[in-house]
């Protein structure tokens, strides 16, 4: 097995996604190829050294060994203005007027500076030795900032904890080097254009230790998640009317999908109970949890259940594409609340603000707290906290998690920025929730609630009567964080 170990001299990794929309990690194998490219060129192309590039492009995606992304931290990326490049061929009669634009520049620190990739394909002594000539003389992978040592050798055993493992169904797309790679390097170099993208290979990162072990909601986890991001048009609904929003897509979608309606779609079964099968939920993903937060709308997501049928997903994934208007060329969503009240969005594979991301929801933690009020399954017969705490507990599992050890019920959220269960009391002029007309939930009674585990869960976690329209959804607290 053939390995290539880099080491991050400071202890950063310093690059971008193409779009520029967010940070890389790990490091993608086209990324690390044109680095080795790179070095072949400054080094006089030599033809040994060219052989060996040739023979590394055609092989197939290396695994990765490298943190997970919840071992990395995100440095603060701030926006420095600098002037843009000349225009390629156009002669410059006087000094350019020359506007300076925005440039961000991403770095990340991982908790280990090492990183391999491992090539399952073994090769000569000759190629490895070609391979480790170009490695040794490469300074820098990503920005010119992110200083590297690197060297190439063929006795490795991989950390299997650590792996990125290629998959057609993982989670994370990585661009990879594929057979002539090599020479449309070259080609751009020539026409002095910037490289572009080629292949991808998507990959299935490594799950901590807790994710592995813990329980999980029978909501479903990030691959599950399909994001919609405001797209910036002139309303935005505010999240105490998020059950008409939720009400909304859900027609959508029903109207969209195969005829009749399937249960996972709609909620009910064909005559008009509701299902007792798992079925698609709407979340608000609201700006709450931060310092400075303010509760803002900022999108929703449409999640499947965990082990959804394969007939089930496939309607489910047809009437999202619908609803995205995936094809065509400015693809765009609607939410119609009223006439008049119309809310554009826009299908968001990678969002690049935290509070969209579903890692953000679906991290694995022992404490939560709710970010929307939780509507209880059933009405409390009295006033005893004990029973409301009784009927909380069902509600987790109902979703597949065990009984918390401690919960704690509140009027008011424990996160910056979401909304309190109900108005204060003599505040006539600030609105309530809002449900539509006939909704059962509208009268249900309504807590915020912290939850402890004994051990850590995987969420999400979505509680109550009203999960599947956005109520009750919890956000993790770490330990650190005090409600």
Same mark, same amino acid.
């Given at each position: 097995?053939?390995?290539?170990?880099?080491?991050?001299?400071?202890?950063?990794?310093?690059?971008?996604?193409?779009?520029?929309?967010?940070?890389?990690?790990?490091?993608?194998?086209?990324?690390?190829?044109?680095?080795?490219?790179? $070095?072949?060129?400054?080094?006089?192309?030599?033809?040994?050294?060219?052989?060996?590039? !040739?023979?590394?492009?055609?092989?197939?995606?290396?695994?990765?060994?490298?943190?997970?992304?919840?071992?990395?931290?995100?440095?603060?990326?701030?926006?420095?203005?600098?002037?843009?490049?000349?225009?390629?061929?156009?002669?410059?009669?006087?000094?350019?007027?020359?506007?300076?634009? #925005?440039?961000?520049?991403?770095?990340? &620190?991982?908790?280990?500076?090492?990183?391999?990739?491992?090539? $399952?394909?073994?090769?000569?002594?000759?190629?490895?030795?070609?391979?480790? &000539?170009?490695?040794?003389?490469?300074?820098?992978?990503?920005?010119?900032?992110?200083?590297?040592?690197? &060297?190439?050798?063929?006795?490795?055993?991989?950390?299997?904890?650590?792996?990125?493992?290629?998959?057609?169904?993982? &989670?994370?797309?990585?661009?990879?080097?594929?057979?002539?790679?090599?020479?449309?390097?070259?080609?751009?170099?020539?026409?002095?254009?910037?490289?572009?993208?080629?292949?991808?290979?998507?990959?299935?990162?490594?799950?901590?230790?807790?994710?592995?072990?813990?329980?999980?909601?029978?909501? #479903?986890?990030?691959?599950?998640?399909?994001?919609?991001?405001?797209?910036?048009?002139?309303?935005?609904?505010?999240?105490?009317?998020?059950?008409?929003?939720?009400?909304?897509?859900?027609?959508?979608?029903?109207?969209? #999908?195969?005829?009749?309606?399937?249960?996972?779609?709609?909620?009910?079964?064909?005559?008009?109970?509701?299902?007792?099968?798992?079925?698609?939920?709407?979340?608000?993903?609201?700006?709450?949890?931060?310092?400075?937060?303010?509760?803002?709308?900022?999108?929703?997501?449409?999640?499947?259940?965990?082990?959804?049928?394969?007939?089930?997903?496939?309607?489910?994934?047809? $009437?999202?594409?619908?609803?995205?208007?995936?094809?065509?060329?400015?693809?765009?969503?609607?939410?119609?609340?009223?006439?008049?009240?119309?809310?554009?969005?826009?299908?968001?594979?990678?969002?690049?603000?935290?509070?969209?991301?579903?890692?953000?929801?679906?991290?694995?933690?022992?404490?939560?707290?709710?970010?929307?009020?939780?509507?209880?399954?059933?009405?409390?017969?009295?006033?005893?906290?004990?029973?409301?705490?009784?009927?909380?507990?069902?509600?987790?599992?109902?979703?597949?998690?065990?009984?918390?050890?401690?919960?704690?019920?509140?009027?008011?959220?424990?996160?910056?920025?979401?909304?309190?269960?109900?108005?204060?009391?003599?505040?006539?002029?600030?609105?309530?929730?809002?449900?539509?007309?006939?909704?059962?939930?509208?009268?249900?009674?309504?807590? !915020?609630?912290?939850?402890?585990?004994?051990?850590?869960?995987?969420?999400?976690?979505?509680? #109550?009567?009203?999960?599947?329209?956005?109520?009750?959804?919890?956000?993790?607290?770490?330990?650190?964080?005090?409600?």
């Amino acid at each position: 097995m053939l390995c290539m170990e880099i080491e991050l001299l400071t202890g950063l990794y310093r690059a971008a996604l193409p779009d520029g929309s967010s940070e890389e990690w790990p490091p993608h194998p086209e990324r690390v190829f044109s680095a080795l490219a790179q $070095a072949w060129g400054d080094g006089g192309c030599d033809q040994t050294e060219e052989q060996a590039l !040739h023979w590394l492009e055609r092989q197939d995606a290396p695994v990765i060994e490298a943190d997970a992304s919840d071992r990395i931290a995100e440095r603060d990326s701030a926006t420095v203005f600098v002037p843009p490049n000349d225009q390629h061929g156009v002669w410059i009669s006087r000094f350019p007027e020359r506007r300076r634009q #925005g440039r961000s520049f991403w770095a990340i &620190r991982p908790e280990q500076t090492a990183l391999r990739l491992f090539w $399952a394909a073994s090769s000569d002594t000759t190629t490895v030795a070609a391979l480790d &000539r170009l490695a040794q003389r490469v300074t820098a992978i990503g920005h010119s900032a992110s200083l590297v040592r690197a &060297r190439f050798h063929d006795d490795c055993i991989p950390n299997t904890q650590r792996l990125w493992q290629p998959s057609s169904m993982g &989670r994370v797309p990585l661009r990879v080097p594929h057979p002539g790679r090599l020479q449309r390097l070259q080609d751009w170099l020539h026409n002095d254009e910037r490289p572009r993208v080629g292949a991808t290979q998507r990959y299935e990162p490594p799950q901590s230790q807790e994710a592995l072990v813990a329980r999980q909601s029978w909501f #479903g986890g990030r691959e599950d998640w399909f994001i919609f991001e405001d797209n910036d048009g002139p309303f935005v609904p505010d999240i105490l009317g998020f059950a008409h929003v939720a009400t909304r897509v859900r027609h959508a979608l029903m109207s969209l #999908g195969p005829q009749p309606a399937p249960a996972v779609l709609s909620g009910h079964t064909t005559d008009g109970a509701p299902t007792h099968d798992r079925h698609v939920a709407i979340l608000p993903l609201q700006n709450v949890g931060w310092p400075y937060s303010d509760g803002r709308l900022l999108g929703f997501a449409i999640v499947l259940p965990r082990g959804l049928a394969a007939d089930d997903r496939q309607a489910a994934l047809h $009437a999202i594409a619908a609803f995205a208007d995936i094809g065509q060329e400015s693809p765009q969503a609607s939410v119609h609340l009223t006439r008049t009240h119309i809310w554009m969005v826009a299908r968001s594979p990678d969002p690049v603000r935290k509070s969209l991301r579903p890692d953000r929801w679906c991290a694995t933690a022992r404490a939560w707290a709710s970010a929307t009020p939780v509507l209880l399954d059933r009405f409390p017969s009295t006033d005893d906290p004990a029973e409301t705490a009784a009927i909380l507990a069902g509600s987790c599992r109902n979703i597949g998690l065990p009984d918390p050890i401690e919960i704690e019920i509140h009027k008011h959220t424990a996160l910056t920025g979401a909304e309190t269960t109900y108005p204060a009391r003599g505040n006539k002029s600030r609105p309530d929730w809002s449900f539509p007309k006939g909704s059962k939930f509208a009268n249900r009674p309504r807590r !915020h609630v912290v939850l402890r585990f004994a051990e850590p869960v995987t969420g999400p976690i979505v509680l #109550g009567a009203g999960r599947f329209a956005g109520f009750g959804l919890c956000l993790p607290l770490t330990d650190g964080e005090t409600p």
